[in-house]
């Protein structure tokens, strides 16, 4: 069974760009999780997807963060215009169903803002 | 606000040795209590999850002791290996959360040879 894809791994960009990453879950799951982790902190989650309708995003800073999941499958996570703050580690995560299922992470997208 | 409070920080142990990883929590409603494996460069991987009406649960070397009055959960590793350094990280969440985890700040244990 493929695990959950992401792209990029590795994205350096200056304060005030924007960008974007990527995410494939695994095939059949209907959840989807973006977190963000900052070195030396545990993973904060950002959105949730259910199929491709937002079940939570009150934790996402809204001015600068957007997200979607098109078709219920594959998702995007933009940030435009990062900070310096938003270096960080993006892990996506999926999951069958909801609190009951298993959350399977993808490696993440270790994002630097200079 | 962290809802979910880890310690040590850090640990190192010699091999063979046993590694315990302590945490608490403040939300009664937590029902769900993982923990997770993350080797650098990697993602979460879980590990091992157990819920409130059970004190312990155990896979192989890895086990969970839950004290609910207590609002504490840990993770011992017995017999602990090089192959188990990495950071590990407890979790919660409640069932009426769609399955959302806070995340403690994570243990970074390593296994002297």
């Known amino acids: 069974e493929a695990g959950v894809a992401q792209s990029p791994r590795y994205k350096i960009i200056e304060k005030r760009q924007s960008v974007a990453f990527w995410c494939n879950p695994i095939?059949?799951?209907?959840?989807l999780y973006w977190y963000q982790q900052i070195l030396g902190q545990g993973p904060k989650l950002l959105i949730q997807f259910q199929n491709n309708g937002v079940v939570d995003d009150s934790q996402l800073p809204k001015d600068r963060f957007s997200a979607e999941r098109l078709k219920g499958v594959d998702s995007t996570l933009k940030i435009q215009p990062a900070k310096l703050e938003d270096s960080a580690v993006y892990l996506c995560?999926?999951?069958?169903?909801?609190?009951?299922?298993?959350?399977?992470f993808g490696p993440g997208t270790r994002l630097t803002v200079t | 606000q962290q809802q979910v409070k880890q310690s040590p920080q850090s640990l190192i142990v010699q091999k063979g040795g046993i590694s315990i990883i302590n945490c608490a929590y403040e939300n009664t409603a937590f029902d769900y209590f993982p923990w997770y494996q993350q080797f650098p460069g990697k993602g979460p991987a879980l590990l091992i999850a157990i819920r409130p009406d059970v004190s312990e649960k155990k896979e192989g070397r890895f086990t969970i002791s839950f004290n609910k009055s207590a609002k504490q959960f840990s993770l011992h590793i017995m017999d602990s290996q090089p192959g188990d350094s990495a950071t590990y990280f407890c979790?919660?969440?409640?069932?009426?959360?769609?399955?959302?985890?806070?995340f403690g700040a994570g243990t970074q244990v390593v296994v002297t040879p």
């Open positions: 095939s059949g799951h209907a959840t």
């Open positions: 979790a919660a969440s409640m069932g009426d959360s769609w399955g959302k985890l806070q």
């Open positions: 995560a999926s999951s069958f169903g909801t609190s009951l299922y298993e959350q399977y």
